[in-house]
Each structure stands twice: as structure tokens, then as C-alpha cells.
């Protein structure tokens, strides 16, 4: 039995960032959004991976304004980010948030 800690080989191509893309997170208002996925983002640019050409789409059914899920979505990565929030990074994330509210199914 081999106790070693495993090496992981991460591949070259992963560490540049994606081409041009749209995000779209449904149940954007809750919990799961605001603790793990916005931080997550967050950590990917800090990282500088992700482009220059992307956009967040927040769905949920709480009814709010792209504006209002803007400033939900900064309290929120000040309050749960796991690194230092440099505010004019965060401002260029931010600039690419929207939000749509609706019921969505089947």
C-alpha cells in the first residue's frame, strides 16, 4: 500500500484562458451562487482564466433588477471570498453580470 500523496500532472493547455463565453447560473438568487459560484468566478479571474469576452446570466424567480443582483452578488464575495477582493477586479466581473427573473421547467 502506497501512501504518497499522488502527483498531479495538470495539463498545458488549461492554463490559459477559454474563448468567449456566456455563464448562465439558474437559482442565481440562492445560497449556492453567493458562497461557492461568484467566489469561484472570482478565483478564475484573479487567476487570469477567463477572457476578456464573457457574461454572467443570472435566472431565478426572485424578482430583481440586474443592478440589485449586482449588489447582492458584491456583498456576497465580500463576505465569502477566500482571498483578498482587489475592487477594481472585481468591478470588471461585475460589469458582466445580468440577471433575469422567471419561472423556469420543462
Same mark, same amino acid.
Given at each position: *500500500?502506497n @501512501?504518497?500523496t499522488?502527483? $498531479?500532472q495538470?495539463?498545458?493547455?488549461?492554463?490559459?484562458?477559454?474563448g468567449?463565453?456566456?455563464?448562465?447560473?439558474?437559482?442565481?438568487?440562492?445560497?449556492l451562487?453567493?458562497?461557492l459560484? $461568484?467566489?469561484?468566478?472570482?478565483?478564475?479571474?484573479?487567476?487570469?482564466?477567463l477572457?476578456?469576452?464573457?457574461?454572467?446570466?443570472?435566472?431565478?424567480?426572485?424578482? *430583481?433588477?440586474?443592478?440589485e443582483?449586482?449588489?447582492?452578488?458584491?456583498q456576497?464575495?465580500?463576505?465569502?471570498?477566500? $482571498?483578498?477582493?482587489?475592487?477594481?477586479?472585481?468591478?470588471?466581473?461585475e460589469?458582466?453580470?445580468?440577471? @433575469?427573473?422567471g419561472?423556469?421547467?420543462?
Open positions: *500500500m @501512501l504518497a499522488p502527483v $498531479i495538470l495539463d498545458p493547455t488549461l492554463d490559459r484562458p477559454t468567449p463565453f456566456v455563464f448562465v447560473i439558474f437559482g442565481a438568487a440562492g445560497d451562487t453567493q458562497r459560484l $461568484i467566489p469561484a468566478l472570482y478565483n478564475l479571474a484573479t487567476s487570469k482564466l477572457p476578456t469576452e464573457f457574461a454572467i446570466v443570472g435566472v431565478a424567480r426572485a424578482r *430583481m433588477s440586474t443592478e443582483f449586482r449588489s447582492k452578488m458584491r456576497a464575495i465580500h463576505e465569502f471570498a477566500t $482571498i483578498e477582493v482587489i475592487d477594481r477586479l472585481w468591478q470588471t466581473l460589469e458582466r453580470l445580468y440577471y @433575469l427573473d419561472i423556469f421547467s420543462r
